[in-house]
C-alpha cells in the first residue's frame, strides 16, 4: 500500500524558514517523480513545485520560486521543501504526491501537513 | 500562471448528472492532453478521478468522465450519489508546471 506522510509543519515568524518532509513507503521511491501541493484555508489547490526521480530536475511555480527548494533522498524514501522568506499567502496545508513524469497528474497524495506564517 | 477557471457550484438530484467545466488557455488545457480532476471531501486529501483527459484510475466508477475541447475541459458525474457531493478541481500541464483549476463545490440536492 502506497503510503505517504507529511511532517514539520508549523507556525513560523514571516521573513522564517521551514523544512518539510514527505516519508514514502509501499513503492520504489526513486522510479516516481513527486510533487508539492498546497491549500490555503478554505482555498483551491496550488502546485508549488515538483522534481524528477532522480533528483535531477526541479519546477517551481512562479508564486515560490527563488525561496522554495525541492529536494530527495531516495536512499531514505524522502522527500523535502525547504521554504524561506515565508509570507503570510505561504500559510496552507501542504500535501506530497506522486507526480506521473510522462502524464502529469498525482495519483497518490499524502494527508498534509499544515503550516502557519504570522507574526 | 493563472488558475484555471471553474464555476463556484454545481448540484443534482440522486440519480441525475451534473457537468463542471474547466476553462483553460492555449497555454494549458487547449495545448495539452495531460488534464487530470481530483475530487476533495472535506478535511481529506485530493482524489484522483481521472487523468489524461478521460481515463479513470483504477476504482473510480465509470459514472465519471471526463472529455476536453479546445481550452475547456469537462467532469460528468452521471447518476449522482449522496458520496458525491464534494470539491472538484481540475488541473492541467502548463509547460514544465501544473495549474489547478478554481475548484466547484458540487451538492447532492
Known amino acids: 500500500e502506497v503510503q505517504l506522510l507529511e511532517s514539520g509543519g508549523g507556525l513560523v515568524q514571516p521573513g522564517g524558514s521551514l523544512r518539510l518532509s514527505c516519508e514514502a513507503s509501499?513503492?520504489?521511491?526513486?522510479?516516481?517523480?513527486m510533487s508539492w501541493v498546497r491549500q490555503a484555508p478554505g482555498k483551491g489547490l496550488e502546485w508549488v513545485s515538483g522534481?524528477?526521480?532522480?533528483?535531477?530536475?526541479?519546477y517551481y511555480a512562479d508564486s515560490v520560486k527563488g525561496r522554495f527548494t525541492i529536494s530527495r533522498d531516495n536512499s531514505k524514501n524522502t522527500l523535502f521543501l525547504q521554504m524561506n522568506t515565508l509570507r503570510a499567502e505561504d500559510t496552507a496545508t501542504y500535501y506530497c504526491?506522486?507526480?506521473?513524469?510522462?502524464?502529469?497528474?498525482?495519483?497518490?497524495w499524502g494527508l498534509g501537513t499544515l503550516v502557519t506564517v504570522s507574526s | 500562471q493563472s488558475a484555471l477557471t471553474q464555476p463556484p457550484s454545481a448540484s443534482g438530484s440522486p440519480g441525475q448528472s451534473v457537468t463542471i467545466s474547466c476553462t483553460g488557455t492555449?497555454?494549458?488545457?487547449?495545448?495539452?492532453?495531460?488534464v487530470s480532476w481530483y475530487q476533495q471531501h472535506p478535511g481529506k486529501a485530493p482524489k484522483l478521478m481521472i487523468y489524461?483527459?478521460?481515463k479513470r484510475p483504477s476504482g473510480v466508477p465509470d459514472r465519471f468522465s471526463g472529455s476536453k475541447s479546445g481550452n475547456t475541459a469537462s467532469l460528468t458525474v452521471s447518476g449522482l450519489q449522496a458520496d458525491d457531493e464534494a470539491d472538484y478541481f481540475c488541473?492541467?500541464?502548463?509547460?514544465?508546471?501544473?495549474?489547478f483549476g478554481t475548484g466547484t463545490k458540487v451538492t447532492v440536492l
Open positions: 522534481i524528477s526521480g532522480s533528483g535531477g530536475s526541479t
Open positions: 488541473s492541467s500541464y502548463a509547460g514544465s508546471i501544473n495549474v
Open positions: 504526491a506522486t507526480w506521473d513524469w510522462n502524464n502529469y497528474y498525482s495519483h497518490y
Open positions: 489524461d483527459v478521460s
Open positions: 509501499g513503492f520504489t521511491f526513486s522510479t516516481y517523480a
Open positions: 492555449s497555454s494549458d488545457v487547449g495545448t495539452y492532453n495531460f
